[in-house]
């Protein structure tokens, strides 16, 4: 009967310590995701900017590599499919800011399309910023709760 409760109890602290681990490792993803994003839409900029690049053609001569920062492994054609090509982590914000963009950006004139990449990536600056300033406390929360729940759980159930 002993041996039975020990293996309860260290599943539930397992089960506690890997879904901690594993929002722990969201919380980084979401960060890394966001910064991404970022850095992908200021290249977008830049080509618009200095290349006078229609939408459609700056989106497709994107780097592979900026597009795999973001989670996205093929060419996107559309802005849209920036949203649809890889699994978001990003916070609501932070979609909503690149919903915002994707919507708004598509059959405007150059000077129209470069205030609205600024405007997202100022927005996405904001959000990146308080997601990375609040990152460390999210991921002790993120660690702590679930273990010390599953620690409760696990003294509570031992009668």
């Known amino acids: 009967m002993l041996y039975c409760k020990l293996l309860g109890a260290g599943l539930l602290l397992g089960c506690g310590l890997l879904v901690g681990a594993l929002h722990a490792t969201l919380l980084r993803r979401r960060v890394q995701q966001m910064e991404a994003f970022l850095t992908l839409l200021t290249a977008l900029r830049e080509q618009i900017d200095r290349y006078a690049a229609p939408l459609q053609s700056a989106l497709e001569t994107l780097d592979a590599s900026l597009l795999a920062a973001c989670g996205i492994h093929e060419r996107v054609r559309q802005p849209e499919e920036l949203l649809t090509a890889a699994p978001l982590y990003l916070s609501k914000e932070g979609a909503e800011a690149l919903r915002l963009f994707a919507r708004d950006v598509v059959g405007v004139g150059k000077e129209e399309l470069l205030r609205r990449c600024d405007a997202a990536i100022e927005r996405l600056r904001l ?33």
């Open 127 to 159: 959000y990146g910023e308080a997601a990375r300033r609040t990152l460390p406390r999210d991921t002790r929360a993120a660690l702590f709760l679930p273990s010390a729940t599953a620690a409760v759980l696990a003294l509570l159930l031992w009668d």
